[in-house]
């Protein structure tokens, strides 16, 4: 990578000398799971100079395969958690520069856009939860422009003429988690590591490694005793315009009759409508209720959306915690944890391949993690 | 076939003795089209001794491949069409001892169902025009059950609690239409049809034939020139229940706020939900607004359908004409068209195989099929 050009130094920002390359420390690292977390780190580390092996049998089917790929810092699950707003918006800060490294790493489009999202809400209670929303992306620094109906339909001329009003927020981005997970997996081979496809049941499957990274999503509590983390099934719908019709501008964070909903239009026309969060089950089926819950406010909120073809349904499971926050850090030696991302991985992934390549070496990772290692959940195996 | 077995005699009722077997006289009969009309036409032909050839690339996949399979004489669709409703309820009529006698011929399971439809209602409207319905099924001389609510959710415990009503009609009955496209396909081989999979783009494609059958479906139109054929897209759901979901014991025909909506539980657990009806665009595309307008008023009346697993969505085109009456009839010297039976291909199947039957020895078919010939519409090339 040429300096200067995207502005993110693939080596540990805080130790720059002392990480890879002639007169570095070569480290052998395994990491498990080839999600994009595991594959963020497995890019980041490969790069800085390190041996680094992915274990898994199928990269980037997981919550990865599945997720939308919004970069919004803010959403209104996390109101009044503030640890988690820091580590959120430290998450969103290093991604023009992450996206902007991996391009040029690879050549790929990885489908990053970043034109900032509608709020939109249908009804008038609607309109009082998008207004608390704005008002707590305002209170964590972000701009948020109020828009009213006629405002908003401006903008996005697709919008039913009933939605009430909303608000528009110029820092968030998408990304398209498919060629994400591609375009990282090109990096981290280009940079020198190696995939396995064969399936790790425990850790001690894995020989030689001097630090072993468990980012298996929610696999990892297989591999790692105690380790709090349960699937969280998502649905999510992939729409695709079909003839003539308008393609939809913005990424909508949709609020219809206290439903919600995200549509996110990608450059190449497909839509996907997101996303259920069901906690029963560990399934990943999907079904018609999950499929209704997800049309029928899309289709509230954009009436056009009922011509688009309906080209993918599917299902995932997030690694959600306890507290619905990751857990990266230190298990033992040479052990180190980066999972329970939740519905924040894709955002959270530069951030969290920083932290392990800090951890690996014994390094501090990042302030922001500080909260958020395996020791503040007892019983976890170490 | 043992005689008396089902009462379904293969040979032409009418005419007996002239058709097929020892001293009979042997046809060479091209059928183009492998859809359920096609493939019925096929057997009872080729049962009845004559060498018929049907030409599709692949059999059963058309408007078949995506029907529900009920075999109602009744719909609200046609109120006030009485040589339609006589034609449905001798079609209807013919279905018992036909499914006995194709299952006796494979020894396929057809799912061939008889135990009856409720008609259900959500709201007052619904209930109204659920009354006018079963109306209409006793002055077709039908025997109709009106059920209140409480009695309603008493035969069918998966009802919404909020259903205002409806009635039971004991007549209906269902066949599963892709099981009967392969029984039928392998009873027309068993007595000793031929399958060519070549496309027939014009009618002189086919040689040697002493009479050409065009049950092309929506294709017929290609190879009769103006014949008023047009597609009708439906959009067609499958579920299946998952883990110990209790099952849906009976065909619904559901009205929920004036939408329509039928749900049709296999005896293997699948469960289809259809169907719209969509005049405009010749695609196959499933869509959204396709897939909410079946699963909203599928769910409205049966919220339990909302934890089902939704494993196929798909699109057919029916074909429809102007009046949506099947074009049955002979067009000039050698050829018929057996074609334009819209939503009611399956139910009519039998009836129009014995038709042909008859026509292919320039008889008469059965009376019922008088209005229908295609001399009713100027301008098709005959």
Not at 38 to 48: K, T
Not at 168 to 190: S, T, Y
Request: glycine share 12%.
């Amino acid at each position: 990578m040429a300096p200067g050009v995207s502005g993110y130094d693939l080596r540990c920002p805080s130790h720059k000398c002392k990480i890879g390359g002639v007169g570095g420390v070569t480290m052998r690292v395994a990491v498990v799971g080839g999600g994009v977390v595991g594959l963020a780190v497995a890019w980041r580390l490969a790069a800085a100079g390190d041996q680094v092996t992915v274990y898994d049998p199928a990269p980037g089917s997981g919550a990865t395969g599945v997720a939308a790929g919004m970069l919004a810092p803010v959403g209104e699950s996390r109101f009044g958690e503030e640890p988690m707003h820091r580590l959120l918006l430290a998450g969103a800060d290093r991604w023009p520069a992450f996206a902007a490294a991996l391009t040029e790493a690879t050549g790929h489009d990885l489908g990053y856009r970043d034109e900032g999202t509608l709020l939109v809400a249908l009804t008038d209670d609607d309109l009082r939860t998008v207004a608390r929303l704005a008002d707590f992306h305002r209170r964590a620094g972000l701009t948020v422009e109020p828009l009213r109906a006629a405002d908003l339909r401006e903008r996005e001329p697709l919008l039913a003429p009933r939605v009430r009003g909303g608000a528009f927020v110029a820092q968030d981005r998408q990304v398209d988690p498919r060629r994400l997970a591609v375009a990282l997996r090109i990096a981290a081979e280009k940079a020198g590591a190696a995939f396995v496809g064969d399936p790790v049941t425990r850790l001690s499957d894995v020989d030689g490694a001097d630090a072993t990274v468990v980012a298996a999503g929610c696999g990892s509590a297989v591999l790692v005793p105690g380790l709090p983390v349960r699937p969280v099934k998502g649905q999510v719908l992939r729409l695709r315009a079909t003839g003539d019709a308008p393609p939809l501008r913005h990424v909508l964070r949709g609020h219809a009759a206290n439903r919600s909903v995200y549509v996110v239009p990608r450059r190449d026309g497909e839509i996907v409508v997101g996303a259920t969060e069901e906690e029963r089950g560990t399934d990943v089926q999907v079904t018609a209720g999950g499929v209704l819950d997800l049309l029928r406010p899309a289709v509230d909120l954009v009436p056009g959306l009922a011509e688009y073809a309906l080209v993918e349904t599917a299902a995932g499971s997030r690694p959600g915690t306890p507290d619905n926050a990751p857990i990266v850090g230190r298990l033992r030696a040479g052990v180190l944890v980066a999972t329970g991302h939740y519905r924040d991985g894709v955002l959270l992934a530069p951030i969290t391949a920083d932290a392990v390549a800090a951890m690996v070496r014994g390094e501090a990772p990042p302030d922001e993690f500080r909260p958020f290692g395996p020791d503040r959940f007892p019983g976890v195996s170490t």
